[in-house]
């Protein structure tokens, strides 16, 4: 009793935890800024197709500019930080679909004679998948994986654990090609023309390792989720009393109410998200080339507008189950439903404050631009080819997604000098592409630097019954095994298909 007093009272809490990496950081970009920690890289002049060379510096937190960014920025980024403006207007629809009753009752049915590894397995694949919608499939899958688990009778701390494993570890593998891969394959394009100005790359140039990886990692995720976490998470006592799901009128004529008006809402934009039918495709940028990047541009009303498309299709669905369940009877029941997800989240938005304080000085220090423009170095000091070239570049990108989460701006930084050393050693740039890739996946899910981990850490909290706070470090530490695992289920894969030739998809290979 004794031992578990004081392992409580020694216990970080997640909100102390984050000041203390907030002072850290200033600390360390004082220090690095004095020493004269900086890096130089190349860069590609679109215009001229030529290299120029950038110098990257860390910026002082300790300084007249440096604090007064910080008190100039700190409001303003909290109330334009993403996860949290995202996050609220998710939880609105969430909360509808909650309280009418339509998650409880299209769970149960879905999973109710279902084998808990299986279900395991199928969310997991779905959470990898949903890398193409970018950064929504956090704020979504996280809140919704809870429920799932819930529903089910199970934690619902270790559906949020594999869930955030799953989009993390499989945040670069999809069958998809996703607005982020475009965006790497443009550099990877630029980079690649500078030694063959006649090098193309296509949509499906990934595909076949792409689904290679995406079986395998489900299944690994799924594995160490069933086998190993499971036993190790918290305990999570169910306060109410297990009672048999009855499906009865209500509930039936509230599923067909909601899948009906659902399914007429998803028809009107996927309609106006096809081009080429009469009067379809306004939602897309026509200025855009690839499919991917007329949906998701900067300039896309899709993209703009995604993250309240999805609310509203959950607002419907609840909505309209509530009808015809008769578990919203007026606009007062309605409007209590709407706000049933934001209640008693006054601990999540404290710890996403000092995620966008962290996040935000963190940047301005430019620490992760030096770092990893250092270790791009070594890809051209190290004098090496082959499988040995491959695995220094996924140790490369590996430690860089620890400092820099980020994709692009990793890859802006890595690409003028990794693709270039695949194709003198006669590797391919898009198979650099896929090592830089799957090195992602193997840390990111480690990083507190990665902007959605804080819905990750809010949301452990959330289900957290024990009295002290779970420790960052320990919700990192739920995420080890699925690194570990990761790391080397991806690096074989890649040796292997190096090692036997075959393409990594339609028009892709490994050697040019």
Request: aromatic share 12%; hydrophobic share 50%.
């Given at each position: 009793?004794?031992?578990?007093?004081?392992?409580?009272?020694?216990?970080?809490?997640?909100?102390?935890?984050?000041?203390?990496?907030?002072?850290?950081?200033?600390?360390?970009?004082?220090?690095?800024?004095?020493?004269?920690?900086?890096?130089?890289?190349?860069?590609?002049?679109?215009?001229?197709?030529?290299?120029?060379?950038?110098?990257?510096?860390?910026?002082?937190?300790?300084?007249?500019?440096?604090?007064?960014?910080?008190?100039?920025?700190?409001?303003?980024?909290?109330?334009?930080?993403?996860?949290?403006?995202?996050?609220?207007?998710?939880?609105?629809?969430?909360?509808?679909?909650?309280?009418?009753?339509?998650?409880?009752?299209?769970?149960?049915?879905?999973?109710?004679?279902?084998?808990?590894?299986?279900?395991?397995?199928?969310?997991?694949?779905?959470?990898?998948?949903?890398?193409?919608?970018?950064?929504?499939?956090?704020?979504?899958?996280?809140?919704?994986?809870?429920?799932?688990?819930?529903?089910?009778?199970?934690?619902?701390?270790?559906?949020?654990?594999?869930?955030?494993?799953?989009?993390?570890?499989?945040?670069?593998?999809?069958?998809?090609?996703?607005?982020?891969?475009?965006?790497?394959?443009?550099?990877?394009?630029?980079?690649?023309?500078?030694?063959?100005?006649?090098?193309?790359?296509?949509?499906?140039?990934?595909?076949?390792?792409?689904?290679?990886?995406?079986?395998?990692?489900?299944?690994?995720?799924?594995?160490?989720?069933?086998?190993?976490?499971?036993?190790?998470?918290?305990?999570?006592?169910?306060?109410?009393?297990?009672?048999?799901?009855?499906?009865?009128?209500?509930?039936?004529?509230?599923?067909?109410?909601?899948?009906?008006?659902?399914?007429?809402?998803?028809?009107?934009?996927?309609?106006?998200?096809?081009?080429?039918?009469?009067?379809?495709?306004?939602?897309?940028?026509?200025?855009?080339?690839?499919?991917?990047?007329?949906?998701?541009?900067?300039?896309?009303?899709?993209?703009?507008?995604?993250?309240?498309?999805?609310?509203?299709?959950?607002?419907?669905?609840?909505?309209?189950?509530?009808?015809?369940a008769r578990t919203i009877k007026n606009n007062n029941d309605l409007c209590d439903d709407l706000g049933h997800?934001?209640?008693?989240?006054?601990?999540?938005?404290?710890?996403?404050?000092?995620?966008?304080?962290?996040?935000?000085?963190?940047?301005?220090?430019?620490?992760?631009?030096?770092?990893?423009?250092?270790?791009?170095?070594?890809?051209?000091?190290?004098?090496?080819?082959?499988?040995?070239?491959?695995?220094?570049?996924?140790?490369?990108?590996?430690?860089?997604?620890?400092?820099?989460?980020?994709?692009?701006?990793?890859?802006?930084?890595?690409?003028?000098?990794?693709?270039?050393?695949?194709?003198?050693?006669?590797?391919?740039?898009?198979?650099?592409?896929?090592?830089?890739?799957?090195?992602?996946?193997?840390?990111?899910?480690?990083?507190?630097?990665?902007?959605?981990?804080?819905?990750?850490?809010?949301?452990?909290?959330?289900?957290?019954?024990?009295?002290?706070?779970?420790?960052?470090?320990?919700?990192?530490?739920?995420?080890?095994?699925?690194?570990?695992?990761?790391?080397?289920?991806?690096?074989?894969?890649?040796?292997?298909?190096?090692?036997?030739?075959?393409?990594?998809?339609?028009?892709?290979?490994?050697?040019?």
């Amino acid at each position: 009793m004794k031992m578990n007093n004081i392992k409580e009272k020694i216990t970080l809490n997640p909100i102390m935890t984050f000041i203390i990496l907030i002072i850290a950081v200033i600390i360390l970009s004082w220090f690095l800024h004095l020493v004269g920690f900086e890096a130089t890289y190349n860069k590609i002049n679109t215009s001229t197709n030529e290299y120029y060379q950038v110098t990257e510096t860390v910026e002082s937190l300790i300084s007249i500019a440096g604090i007064k960014y910080i008190f100039q920025t700190t409001v303003s980024n909290f109330a334009s930080f993403t996860p949290l403006s995202m996050l609220i207007i998710v939880l609105i629809g969430i909360g509808v679909m909650e309280k009418s009753g339509f998650l409880k009752t299209s769970i149960t049915l879905l999973t109710k004679k279902s084998r808990k590894k299986t279900i395991t397995f199928v969310w997991v694949l779905i959470c990898i998948l949903s890398s193409i919608l970018g950064d929504l499939s956090y704020i979504i899958a996280i809140p919704l994986s809870a429920l799932l688990f819930s529903y089910g009778r199970r934690n619902p701390m270790l559906g949020i654990v594999a869930t955030f494993a799953a989009l993390t570890c499989g945040s670069g593998i999809n069958l998809f090609l996703s607005s982020a891969d475009s965006s790497l394959m443009t550099l990877t394009l630029q980079s690649a023309n500078l030694l063959d100005s006649g090098y193309t790359l296509g949509t499906k140039t990934f595909i076949f390792i792409m689904l290679a990886a995406t079986i395998l990692m489900a299944i690994i995720i799924t594995e160490i989720t069933e086998k190993y976490v499971a036993n190790k998470i918290e305990r999570y006592e169910f306060k109410e009393e297990k009672r048999e799901f009855k499906l009865g009128k209500k509930e039936v004529r509230g599923l067909i109410f909601s899948l009906t008006a659902g399914f007429i809402y998803l028809l009107v934009f996927l309609y106006n998200i096809i081009p080429g039918l009469p009067l379809s495709g306004k939602l897309l940028d026509d200025s855009q080339v690839f499919y991917i990047d007329k949906l998701f541009s900067y300039d896309s009303f899709f993209s703009n507008g995604f993250v309240f498309i999805v609310t509203m299709l959950f607002v419907i669905l609840g909505l309209f189950y509530g009808l015809g369940a008769r578990t919203i009877k007026n606009n007062n029941d309605l409007c209590d439903d709407l706000g049933h997800s934001l209640d008693g989240i006054g601990k999540i938005l404290v710890i996403i404050l000092f995620a966008s304080v962290l996040l935000n000085i963190y940047k301005y220090s430019n620490i992760g631009n030096v770092v990893v423009a250092n270790l791009a170095r070594l890809l051209n000091t190290a004098s090496i080819t082959g499988i040995p070239l491959i695995i220094l570049l996924f140790i490369i990108g590996m430690i860089s997604t620890i400092f820099l989460p980020n994709s692009q701006a990793k890859w802006v930084l890595l690409a003028t000098t990794a693709v270039p050393a695949f194709m003198n050693s006669g590797l391919s740039p898009e198979y650099a592409q896929v090592i830089f890739r799957f090195s992602e996946c193997a840390t990111i899910c480690l990083t507190p630097l990665l902007a959605y981990y804080v819905i990750y850490l809010a949301y452990i909290e959330k289900y957290n019954q024990n009295t002290s706070a779970i420790a960052m470090f320990r919700t990192l530490k739920y995420q080890l095994p699925y690194a570990v695992a990761s790391i080397a289920v991806l690096i074989i894969l890649a040796v292997a298909w190096y090692l036997i030739g075959v393409p990594i998809g339609i028009n892709g290979a490994v050697v040019i």
